[in-house]
Nanobody, 117 residues
C-alpha cells in the first residue's frame, strides 16, 4: 500500500507563494500519473494540475500561469504556487495511480492552504 503525505501548506497573504510537497512511501513516480486536487469549503473537489506518465503537465484554467506541477520522478511531487489569491484557499491533496491503472488510486491526507489579507 503506497502512502502519500503532503506538506508545505500554510497561511499567506494574496500575491505570496507556497510550495507544496507530496512524498510517497515508495519510489513510484516514474511510472505513475500524478496530480494535485483541492477542495475549498463547501465546494466540490477540483483538479488543479496533472503530470501524466510520459506526458506534459496540464492545469485548471484558474491556476494556469501561476501554479507549476513537477516531480523528481522518484518519490516527490511538488506544486509551486505563485501569486496566490483568496480563491486558492482550500485543502490540497496529491493523487497518484500507476500509468497502466494496475493499482488503486492513492490519495494523501491533504494540506491546508489559506490565502487571506
Amino acid at each position: 500500500q503506497v502512502r502519500l503525505e503532503e506538506s508545505g501548506g500554510g497561511l499567506v497573504q494574496p500575491g505570496e507563494s507556497l510550495r507544496l510537497s507530496c512524498v510517497a512511501s515508495e519510489k513510484i513516480f516514474d511510472f505513475y500519473n500524478v496530480a494535485w486536487y483541492r477542495r475549498a469549503p463547501g465546494q466540490r473537489r477540483e483538479l488543479v494540475a496533472t503530470l501524466s506518465f510520459g506526458g506534459q503537465p496540464t492545469y485548471a484554467d484558474s491556476v494556469r500561469g501561476r501554479f507549476t506541477i513537477s516531480s523528481d520522478r522518484m518519490q516527490e511531487l511538488f506544486l509551486q504556487m505563485d501569486d496566490l489569491k483568496p480563491d486558492d484557499t482550500a485543502v490540497y491533496y496529491c493523487w497518484a495511480q500507476r500509468f497502466d491503472l494496475e493499482t488503486p488510486e492513492y490519495w494523501g491526507q491533504g494540506t491546508q492552504v489559506t490565502v487571506a489579507p
